[in-house]
Each structure stands twice: as structure tokens, then as C-alpha cells.
């Protein structure tokens, strides 16, 4: 694979990625990994391997099962093999949401935030191996309502 075909790949591995959990289809984000693992700069958790990241699409779908992501913009930088995006997420809070040992009915509210994250990749390949979302943890909270 020539460097401008491992660019464009790592590109559409990202998008499908990103579609996919719109589309609830946690196999097929699962396969675009190499090992499944998020880093949520948010509220420092941290998701290792198959099983913990389908628990952490399970919670944080079962709060806001409408959830999804619009790419604002998307860039690759194929020195230190990642992938930057910008995008807002949105979804609306129709199940319990636990934040701090505390939870919170659905309020029925929407919210829209703008985030970023990095997608890492193993060198030559164009599976993940880390994404990395950064926002404000209480962005979210605050467009509910909540704090």
C-alpha cells in the first residue's frame, strides 16, 4: 500500500467508523479496530478491549439512544498516524443517565456539543487503535439542563 492509499484508507476507516455508531452497528465498529480502545478526555475514562467498549456504547446509548455525530472537518496526519475530527454530537436524553454517582431521569431535552477526537492507528495500517474524544465533561450536562 503506497502512503496517498494508507492516507485515504485511514480517512475512510474513520468515516465508516463514525457512521457505524450512528447506525448502532457495534460489530461493525468493533472491526474497524485492531484492538478496541477509547480514552474519553472528558471525564478520563478509559474503555480497553471488546468487551468495555461495547459496555460504554451500551450506557451511554441507553440515555441517549438517538445519539450521533456530524463531521465538521477531518484531517489525517500521517507522520504521527492519526486522524483528527472535528464534529458536533447530538442526541436527546430519553433514558436514566448516571454522571458521578448520580442519576438523572430523562428530561426529554436535546443536546448539541462540538467536539474533537484522534483516531490512532498502528504504523502501516489503517485499523484503530485508540480514539480519543476531548470535550467539555459538562456540556452536555449544562444543554440539559442538569447542572
Known amino acids: 500500500m503506497t502512503a496517498q492509499d494508507l492516507h485515504q484508507a485511514r480517512l475512510k476507516t474513520v468515516r465508516d467508523h463514525m457512521a457505524l455508531e450512528c447506525e448502532l452497528d457495534w460489530d461493525g ?3 474497524t479496530f485492531a484492538h478496541p480502545r477509547y480514552e474519553m478526555h472528558g471525564n478520563g475514562a478509559v474503555y ?8 460504554y456504547f451500551d450506557a451511554s446509548r441507553s440515555a441517549f439512544p438517538d445519539q450521533s455525530n456530524e463531521i465538521i472537518s477531518i484531517a489525517v496526519d500521517d507522520t504521527n498516524h492519526t486522524v483528527l475530527v472535528e464534529f458536533w454530537l447530538l442526541g436527546t436524553h430519553l433514558g436514566e443517565l448516571k454522571v458521578r454517582d448520580k442519576i438523572h431521569p430523562p428530561t426529554g431535552k436535546s443536546f448539541k456539543v462540538r467536539m474533537a477526537a484522534s483516531f490512532e492507528f498502528e504504523p502501516h495500517s489503517a485499523k484503530i487503535i485508540c480514539e480519543r474524544p476531548y470535550t467539555s465533561p459538562d456540556m452536555k450536562l ?6
Open 29 to 31: 465498529v468493533i472491526a
Open 142 to 147: 449544562k444543554q440539559l439542563g442538569l447542572v
Open 48 to 55: 480497553d478491549g471488546e468487551a468495555a467498549v461495547r459496555g
